[in-house]
C-alpha cells in the first residue's frame, strides 16, 4: 500500500457535463450516497477481512463493477521499466484477447488516449468519438466509456476504465461517483519505489546475518508414517537433539505448524507415484529445541525392496537463521495490527487520537527501546503536541505532554524542516547524547522519522534507548512503519472527511425535500432554520424576508427559542446593516468578529449575543425575496468555502420553497373564491329561477288562465247553453275574443322579456355588436344613464364563448352602474387586436375604493359583482383590471385571448 493524497470533492451544481443537464440537489446527493455507500463500507469492514493489498482491491473492483453496473471494467497498472501497460484485472473482457496474461498493444493504447487527454477521458458514444478511431474497442459494440489515470503523487500507477454498450449510459452523478470509487483504488497500489527500496533493505537484512558452514551431509531416513528410522550427527544437531532422543519420533514434531502441512503433502505425493515424479526440494521451518528456528531445504526420495515402497530418505542443508525473516514478518504484523487499529475506527465512533495511541502502544514491543513519543504537529503555534507516549521521565513528560516541543534546539524539528528520519548514537556510555537536544538524559541511541498524510506533514515518531543501540535498519524498520501509520491516518481522515460530507449531503437531501413537500410557508421556514444549524453546526439560525410595501426586511423564523425575538427585529431596505446589505449587494457576507463590526448594531448585539455570522440573499429571478443568517455564538468561527457552497445551495431550495408555499397559498385563496362564487352563482341561478316561475305564474299563468276561460264561455255561448240571447248578440262575442287577444299579446311580450334576458336571440343570429347596441338602447329606456358604445368598425365576428362572455361583463357592469354608481354618461368601448379582444366600460359615477372592496370578507351581494367578472374572465385565461376613487368614477379594463390556449 502507498500514501496517496485522495481529494473528495461533491457534486457542483452548476457545472454542466457533456450538455446533460444536472440532477437537482436532493437528486444528486441522495443519488452520489446510493453509489458510493457499498464501496465505502469495503474499507470499514478491512480490518475485519486481513486482506492484502492485492486481494482487497480486486474485492474492491468486484463491487465497483456491480455498483456501476458496468458491461467492461479494465484495470491496468503501468510498467516503467517495459514502458507499457500490463491489465492487472477485467470483467467481460473476452479471453480471445488475452494471451498469457497480456493484452494486445492496441488495447493498451487506451490507458494512454486517457493520460493524453489529462488523466480523464469521457465519451457518451465512443463509435463516432475520434478520439477512439482505429481502436479495436469498436469492435465489442461499447459506447459509454470513462477512464481515470491514477497517480501517486508524481508516481504513474495505472489507469481504471469502464465502458456500457448503451450510449449516455453514465450520467453526470455516475461519473462524479467513479471518479471517487477511482481515487480510492490509488492507496491499493504496489508502488515500484517502495518496493525497490523494501528489496534494498532485504539485500542488506541478507548481508548483514552471518551463514553457518554447511555440512557436508544431513541425512535420515523415515518410515513410510514419517517417523525417524536413523539419523546422522549433523542432522540430530540441527534438531537440537541428541541421535538416540529423536529415533522413532515423527519429524513433524520438530517442525513448525506452517511447514507440517507442506511436509505432510510431500509424502502424500511421493507414495502417490512411487517416486516416479521428480519434485522440487522443499523449504521447511524447524524448531530447533533451545535454539533460534532455522530454515531447512530438503529433498524427499523414496527406498525400495523388492519394488515396494519401504519409506523414505531425506537430504538437507541448513540454509539460514530463520531471525531476519521473523523481524520482516513481524515488522508486517506490527503494520497490520497498526492498520486494523486505525481501520477499526471507520467503522466506530473512535477519535483519531485514540487510534493513534493504540497503533503507538502496538509499535513499542517491536523497537525493545524504553522509551518513545508519537507526537503532533501544530503548525499555528509551532508545536509538537504529544499523542502517545512510553517510558519518559517525569520532567520530560510534562513538558511534550503539556506545553509541547517548541522551535529550539531539539532534533525533533530538524526531522520536521528536512522531512528526513534520524538516527543518534552515542560514542559510548560513559559520553552519552545531549540532553538539550533530545530532551532526554543519558541515552545512548535515538531515532525519529517523520510522519506525512496527503503530501503535508503532520508528525514524528521517535524512540530513544539509554542501553540499546539502535541500527540502520531499525530506523529502515521505524520508516516502514512510520510511512503506514501515515497512510492509514490519510485513508480514516478522508474516510471521515467523505462520511461528513455524505452527512451534509443528506441533510441537505432532507432539507430539500422538506422544502419541496412543505406548502405551508411558515413550516417551510422552520424546517429550514432547523437543517440549517443541523448542517453547519452552529449556534442559530434565522430568516428576513422582504416587505415591498413598506420597504422593511422582517425576521418570519428562527431556530431554537429565538423565534419571538426574530420576529420582532426588521429593518430598513435602505440601512447600512449586515441583513439589508446582504439583500442590496446580492452576495454572501461573512462578520468573522461580530463585535468589531459597525454593520451589526448594538441592538442585535444585545439580542443575539453573536460572535461569527454568515449571511446570505435569497433570490429568485432577480428578486431578493429575503435574507438567511447563520449566527455562532459560542466561539469566533470563520466559515469556509466549502460551507457557504452549502448555504448557497440550500438558499436556492429555500428561495423555491418560498415561491412554491406563496404559489399554494394563492392557488388556496382563488380556489376560495371560486367556491364563494360558485356558491353565489347558484344562489343568483336559484333567485333567477323563482323570478322567472313567480313572472310565469303571475304573468303569463293568470293571462292564459283567464284567456282558458274567456274560450270556455265563447264555446257554452255559441251552443246556447248559457245566456241564449247572448248566442245571437255577436257584439258580445267579438268583445270576448278582443279581449282574449290583448291578453294573449301581453303574455308573449312577458315571454319574450323572458327569453331575452336568459340569452338574447339576437346575440346568436346577429352578434356581439348588434347585441349590445340593442341591449344599450334598452338600457337607456329604463335608466337616465346616456351610453356611448365605440367599437373598431370591425364586423367579424368572435366566437360564441367570448361573445356571451363579454355580454355577461357589460350586463353586469351596466347593472352595477345602474344600482350604484349614479353616472350621468358612460362609455362602452370594444376593440379587436389580435389575438386579444378589448373591452373598456367607463362611466363618470362617485368610484368607490376598490382595495377596501377585494378586503372586505363579503365582496359578494346580490350579485356576482367586480369579483364575479375577474373569475370568469382569468378563467377565459384573460386580465381584469379596474381603477377606482371615491369621486373620480370607474373604469373597467379586460383583455381576453379570442382564441382558446392550448393545455401546454
Not at 448555504?647 to 428561495?655: D, F, H, K, M
Amino acid at each position: 500500500m502507498s500514501e496517496i493524497p485522495l481529494e473528495i470533492s461533491l457534486p457542483d451544481q452548476s457545472d454542466e457535463h457533456d450538455g446533460n443537464e444536472r440532477p437537482t440537489v436532493d437528486d444528486a446527493s441522495s443519488r452520489l450516497y446510493e453509489k458510493i455507500s457499498p464501496v465505502i463500507q469495503l474499507f470499514s469492514d478491512f480490518a475485519e477481512t486481513k486482506d492484502n493489498s492485492a486481494t482487497f482491491l480486486e474485492r474492491l473492483l468486484d463491487q465497483v463493477k456491480t455498483v456501476m453496473g458496468a458491461d467492461l471494467l479494465l484495470l491496468f497498472g503501468w510498467d516503467e521499466g517495459k514502458q507499457e501497460w500490463p491489465l492487472l484485472y477485467h470483467h467481460r473482457l473476452p479471453t480471445r484477447i488475452i494471451k498469457d496474461g497480456v493484452v494486445p498493444r492496441a488495447w493498451q493504447s487506451l490507458p494512454s488516449i486517457v493520460l493524453q487527454e489529462g488523466d480523464h477521458l469521457f465519451s457518451d458514444n465512443i463509435a463516432k468519438d475520434r478520439r477512439f478511431v482505429g481502436q479495436v474497442i469498436r469492435g465489442l459494440n461499447l459506447h459509454t466509456f470513462s477512464a481515470h489515470t491514477l497517480r501517486s503523487k508524481d508516481i504513474l500507477l495505472g489507469s481504471v476504465s469502464i465502458c456500457y454498450e448503451n450510449p449516455d449510459a453514465l450520467s453526470p452523478v455516475d461519473q462524479e461517483a467513479f471518479a471517487l470509487m477511482a481515487k480510492l483504488l490509488i492507496p491499493l497500489f504496489p508502488l515500484k519505489e517502495k518496493q525497490a527500496q523494501e528489496n534494498k533493505a532485504q539485500e542488506i537484512r541478507v548481508q548483514d546475518t552471518p551463514i553457518e558452514e554447511k555440512p557436508e551431509s544431513m541425512v535420515l531416513s523415515l518410515d513410510l508414517s514419517g517417523r525417524i528410522l536413523s539419523c546422522d550427527a549433523s542432522f540430530a544437531d540441527l534438531l537440537g537433539h541428541p541421535p538416540e532422543r529423536i529415533l522413532k519420533k515423527p519429524l513433524s514434531r520438530f517442525l513448525t505448524r506452517a511447514s507440517r502441512g507442506k511436509y505432510s503433502e510431500a509424502l502424500k505425493a511421493l507414495k502417490a507415484d512411487q517416486g516416479e515424479a521428480e519434485r522440487p526440494p522443499l523449504k521447511l521451518e524447524v524448531a530447533k529445541h533451545g535454539g533460534r528456528k532455522r530454515i531447512l531445504q530438503a529433498s524427499l526420495q523414496v527406498i525400495k525392496s523388492d519394488d515396494q515402497l519401504v519409506g523414505f530418505e531425506m537430504t538437507a542443508e541448513n540454509v539460514s537463521d530463520i531471525e531476519p525473516l521473523e523481524k520482516e514478518l513481524l515488522i508486517k504484523d506490527v503494520v497490520l495490527s497498526i492498520l486494523n487499529s486505525l481501520f477499526i475506527s471507520l467503522g466506530q465512533s473512535i477519535p483519531e487520537e485514540e487510534s493513534l495511541k493504540t497503533a503507538f502502544d502496538k509499535v513499542v514491543p517491536f523497537f525493545g527501546a524504553e522509551a518513545g513519543m508519537l507526537l503532533q504537529l501544530d503548525d499555528k503555534r509551532q508545536k509538537l503536541q504529544l499523542l502517545a507516549s512510553q517510558g519518559l521521565q517525569t520532567e520530560g513528560l510534562d513538558q511534550p505532554g503539556k506545553k509541547g516541543i517548541d522551535r529550539k534546539e531539539h532534533v525533533l524539528w530538524k526531522v520536521i524542516e528536512e522531512k528526513t528520519p534520524i538516527l543518534l548514537v552515542a560514542e559510548s556510555k560513559d559520553v552519552p547524547l545531549d540532553t538539550q537536544q533530545v530532551g532526554e538524559a543519558d541515552l545512548v541511541s535515538y531515532m525519529a522519522v517523520p510522519l506525512e498524510s496527503s503530501d503535508q506533514l503532520w508528525g514524528v515518531l521517535c524512540f530513544f534507548s539509554a542501553t540499546r543501540i539502535f541500527t540502520a535498519a531499525d530506523l529502515k524498520s521505524l520508516e516502514t512503519i512510520g510511512q503506514q501509520i501515515g497512510f492509514a491516518v490519510n485513508q480514516t481522515r478522508l474516510y471521515h472527511c467523505l462520511h461528513k460530507q455524505i452527512d451534509a449531503l443528506k441533510v441537505l437531501n432532507e432539507a430539500g425535500k422538506s422544502l419541496s413537500k412543505s406548502l405551508n410557508l411558515e413550516q417551510a421556514l422552520a424546517s429550514t432554520v432547523n437543517s440549517l444549524r443541523k448542517m453547519i453546526g452552529v449556534s442559530n439560525s434565522y430568516i428576513f424576508m422582504t416587505d415591498d410595501k413598506r420597504n422593511y426586511l422582517t425576521g418570519v423564523a428562527a431556530s431554537g427559542q429565538l423565534g419571538n425575538a426574530v420576529r420582532k427585529m426588521e429593518f430598513k431596505s435602505s440601512e447600512n446593516s449586515l441583513v439589508p446589505l446582504t439583500a442590496r449587494e446580492r452576495h454572501p457576507i461573512i462578520v468573522e468578529n461580530a463585535s468589531r463590526e459597525a454593520i451589526i448594531g448594538k441592538k442585535w448585539m444585545k439580542t443575539f449575543k453573536s460572535r461569527s455570522l454568515l449571511s446570505v440573499p435569497l433570490i429568485n429571478k432577480e428578486r431578493v425575496l429575503g435574507v438567511m443568517i447563520l449566527d455562532e455564538c459560542r466561539f469566533y468561527r470563520k466559515f469556509r468555502d466549502e460551507e457557504v457552497e452549502k448555504i448557497v445551495g440550500l438558499a436556492e431550495q429555500v428561495t423555491l420553497s418560498i415561491e412554491n408555499a406563496k404559489q399554494y397559498h394563492a392557488v388556496s385563496r382563488h380556489r376560495e373564491r371560486l367556491q364563494t362564487l360558485s356558491s353565489a352563482i347558484v344562489n343568483i341561478q336559484e333567485e333567477e329561477h323563482r323570478r322567472i316561475a313567480k313572472k310565469l305564474r303571475s304573468e303569463a299563468g293568470g293571462a292564459l288562465t283567464t284567456i282558458q276561460k274567456d274560450l270556455a264561455w265563447i264555446n257554452e255561448t255559441l251552443e246556447g247553453a248559457r245566456e241564449p240571447n247572448a248566442a245571437s248578440d255577436p257584439a258580445l262575442i267579438k268583445k270576448r275574443l278582443e279581449k282574449m287577444k290583448t291578453q294573449i299579446g301581453e303574455t308573449a311580450e312577458t315571454l319574450r322579456a323572458l327569453s331575452h334576458g336568459l340569452r338574447p336571440a339576437i346575440l346568436d343570429d346577429s352578434g356581439l355588436i348588434s347585441t349590445l347596441k340593442w341591449y344599450i338602447k334598452e338600457f337607456e329606456s329604463q335608466n337616465k344613464t346616456k351610453v356611448l358604445l365605440q367599437t373598431n368598425g370591425s364586423t367579424k365576428r368572435f366566437p360564441a364563448r367570448i361573445e356571451i362572455l363579454l355580454f355577461r361583463i357589460v350586463q353586469e357592469a351596466m347593472a352595477n352602474i345602474s344600482d350604484h354608481s349614479a353616472a350621468d354618461s358612460a362609455i362602452v368601448s370594444l376593440e379587436k387586436r389580435e389575438p386579444y379582444a378589448h373591452l373598456y366600460i367607463t362611466d363618470d359615477g362617485k368610484g368607490f375604493d376598490v382595495k377596501k372592496y377585494f378586503s372586505s370578507p363579503q365582496v359578494i351581494r346580490k350579485g356576482i359583482g367586480i369579483l364575479g367578472m375577474k373569475e370568469r374572465i382569468e378563467l377565459a385565461g384573460g386580465t381584469f383590471f379596474i381603477d377606482s376613487n371615491p369621486g373620480n368614477g370607474t373604469r373597467i379594463s379586460i383583455r381576453v385571448p379570442v382564441v382558446r390556449r392550448s393545455a401546454s
